[in-house]
């Protein structure tokens, strides 16, 4: 079944301009003065940001603060009111849908399915792109090391449906890495999941950008940003409040102003990576 609909997506590849090695370093998402409005509000009032090749980017911020809406419009789901979102040196616009979705892969918040897919086929899902391309016969491949890397191997045969929430944004990231683009979008990866499980989708964040990939992941966790991101990108109300190493960035006078929650931060006494705990008593 799941052939049959990337047939139809993509009736052939003939034609279609395969994605360009990169060197690390270079850009693969870019937005210049972006503005966003909903419902006639700004959501995104002039950022200006990159997520380069070999790198994991993380935006972090309270909510409402405009993450999400950032990472959406990085991926072109989302157009810009004002500004310009570069993916791959290319205006998103310009972009055919097909090449772009050779080029980034979005995880959204919540993955939700009409019809009744076992696990394995919606991992499947995520080689659509690649259909009647010289790397289609990759697929299977592909498709086993993805559900390796994310433990949904023995759920192969299981109704999506029936997972658990935490098996679902599982079997969601292995979609995602299966798409094999060198730009990787994550909104929330590791919300519905437990202790071992954030550490593992962060893990292979960290392996994505080695392996030259850039990866953009939204988190709440401060902890888990400071400790796998190379960049953190703190916004608040819809405007970048700073950008840089977390060591840097992660200070308790601007977390406690931008989260208006007094914070303390301190270095882990081990890997120096900083530890940021709320002020309580």
Same mark, same amino acid.
């Given at each position: !079944?799941? +052939?049959?609909?990337?047939?139809?997506?993509?009736?052939?590849?003939?034609?279609? @301009?395969?994605?360009?090695?990169?060197?690390?370093?270079?850009?693969?998402?870019?937005?210049? $003065?972006?503005?966003?409005?909903?419902?006639?509000?700004?959501?995104?009032?002039?950022?200006?940001?990159?997520?380069?090749?070999?790198?994991?980017? *993380?935006?972090?911020? &309270?909510?409402? @603060?405009?993450?999400?809406?950032?990472?959406?419009?990085?991926?072109?789901?989302?157009?810009?009111?004002?500004?310009?979102?570069?993916?791959?040196?290319?205006? +998103?616009?310009?972009?055919?849908?097909?090449?772009?979705?050779?080029?980034?892969?979005?995880? &959204?918040?919540?993955?939700?399915?009409?019809? &009744?897919?076992?696990?394995?086929?919606?991992?499947?899902?995520?080689?659509?792109?690649?259909?009647?391309?010289?790397?289609?016969?990759?697929?299977?491949?592909?498709?086993?090391?993805? !559900?390796?890397? +994310?433990?949904?191997?023995?759920?192969?045969?299981?109704?999506f449906s029936a997972l658990s929430? $935490?098996?679902?944004?599982?079997?969601?990231?292995?979609?995602v890495l299966a798409q094999r683009?060198?730009?990787?979008?994550?909104?929330?990866?590791?919300?519905?999941?437990?202790?071992?499980?954030?550490?593992?989708?962060?893990?292979?964040?960290?392996?994505?950008?080695?392996?030259?990939?850039?990866?953009?992941?939204?988190?709440?966790?401060?902890?888990?940003?400071?400790?796998?991101?190379?960049?953190? *990108?703190?916004?608040?109300?819809?405007?970048?409040?700073?950008?840089?190493?977390?060591?840097?960035?992660?200070?308790?006078?601007?977390?406690?102003?931008?989260?208006?929650?007094?914070?303390?931060?301190? &270095?882990?006494?081990?890997?120096?990576?900083?530890?940021?705990?709320?002020?309580?008593?």
């Amino acid at each position: !079944m799941i +052939t049959r609909i990337a047939e139809r997506l993509f009736s052939s590849g003939r034609g279609l @301009a395969l994605p360009d090695p990169f060197a690390p370093g270079d850009p693969l998402a870019e937005a210049s $003065g972006l503005v966003v409005r909903l419902g006639g509000r700004a959501v995104l009032a002039g950022v200006s940001l990159s997520a380069r090749a070999g790198e994991v980017l *993380a935006l972090v911020g &309270p909510n409402g @603060a405009g993450k999400s809406t950032l990472l959406a419009a990085l991926a072109a789901d989302l157009p810009a009111d004002e500004g310009v979102v570069r993916v791959c040196g290319r205006p +998103t616009g310009e972009w055919p849908a097909r090449e772009l979705a050779l080029r980034r892969a979005v995880l &959204p918040q919540a993955a939700a399915l009409s019809f &009744p897919f076992v696990v394995e086929d919606v991992v499947r899902m995520g080689r659509s792109p690649w259909a009647g391309t010289a790397r289609e016969d990759e697929d299977d491949r592909v498709v086993r090391e993805a !559900m390796g890397a +994310t433990e949904v191997g023995e759920f192969a045969a299981r109704p999506f449906s029936a997972l658990s929430g $935490g098996e679902q944004a599982r079997v969601a990231l292995a979609r995602v890495l299966a798409q094999r683009t060198p730009l990787l979008l994550l909104d929330e990866p590791t919300a519905a999941l437990d202790l071992r499980h954030q550490e593992l989708v962060l893990r292979i964040c960290r392996e994505r950008a080695a392996a030259g990939d850039a990866v953009v992941v939204v988190l709440h966790d401060l902890g888990l940003a400071a400790a796998y991101a190379d960049r953190v *990108a703190v916004l608040r109300g819809g405007a970048l409040a700073a950008e840089g190493a977390p060591g840097a960035v992660f200070t308790g006078s601007l977390l406690s102003e931008v989260y208006r929650q007094p914070v303390e931060v301190f &270095p882990h006494p081990r890997t120096g990576a900083p530890l940021v705990a709320p002020v309580r008593g």
